[in-house]
């Protein structure tokens, strides 16, 4: 856990976007709600912003950390509650909910079923921080991240690992993604969801996203990253072409690349699923389609395949 704090804490472009965010939003007698609040960088921030009261909810020790801070910070307007937010009953309505839940796969730790559960914590009108996430993907035409994880293709001494290998590709990925890793055209990052918090979400999220690459081209996986709105004009970015933060990209492989002529199109459905019982599952499906519009192959790969327990 205190790897992790390290981490964030290190991150200097997601903690002033949150910093400003919370000085677009704090007003005399705002009182918030920080979950998931970690060493309450987050809560403390909104406190020497001029928020009346925070409440910080986190169910690991790291709260005992943050209680710790408070004290050697002389921040006292401050209630710490050691419960997951779903388990916690009731709080005085607040106006500021933040959620710092965002994973490198931007729904990894739930921030939909979490947000959508703590919505009643907030008073009609209250702001959620942040306040929208959008995912893109894109088609990798290097083979370098592949190369770096498909080491059961050729394990040598006369034998055969294909079976071990389907597990392993049938993951997410986190990685570095350069942007020359990526497919050079101007409609190459394609958004495949979007994520408003002032309204309800679900869970289960697909899309269906195409490409005709310009040129003959072969992909060998697509790379995912998100945008995160935090409040109008102050967001965040995973994205390749964006400043680096602590977190990375996600590369989706391949079970084989994928080579595409000129007038052939690339398809790629998504399904996200993040529902409590099934915590993340994740299957992208990529067909090639001839001129005709038909497919000419097509090669599925699924979460629940990848794990073995």
Known sequence: MIELQRKLIGDRIRNDAFFRALKAVIRPGTTVVDLGSGTGLLAFLASRLGAKHCTLIEYG???DVSRALARCNGIRNCTFIRKHSMDVKKIPPVG??????????????????????????????????????????????????????DVMADVGYDLDFTEARKICLQNMYVRTVKKEDLLAQIDAQKQWDLIDFRKKNRSVRKASVRWQPERA???????????????????LSTSPF??????????????????????????????????????INLTW?????GTSGKPVSSQKLDMKKGFLF
């Not at 996986?221 to 967001?235: H, K, S, T």
């Not at 590369?251 to 019982?277: F, H, M, N, V």
């Not at 499906?285 to 389609?289: N, P, S």
């Open 61 to 63: 020790d790291i709260l």
């Open 285 to 289: 499906e990529a067909r090639l389609l």
């Open 96 to 149: 500021v909910l933040v959620a710092e839940i965002l994973g490198n796969y931007a729904l990894e730790e739930n921030i939909i079923e979490i947000v959508e559960d703590a919505k009643r914590f907030l008073k009609p009108g209250g702001i959620i921080i942040p306040g929208r996430i959008e995912q893109f993907v894109a088609p990798i035409i290097s083979d370098r991240l592949q190369k770096g994880i």
């Open 242 to 279: 964006s400043p680096p933060t602590h977190w990375e990209q996600i590369y989706l492989p391949l079970l084989k690349a994928i080579a595409i002529e000129p007038g052939q199109t690339l398809e790629l459905l998504l399904t996200s699923d993040t529902r409590p019982k099934v915590k």
């Open 217 to 235: 081209t072969t992909v060998h996986g697509f790379a995912l990253w998100w945008d995160a709105e935090l409040v109008p004009g102050i967001g």
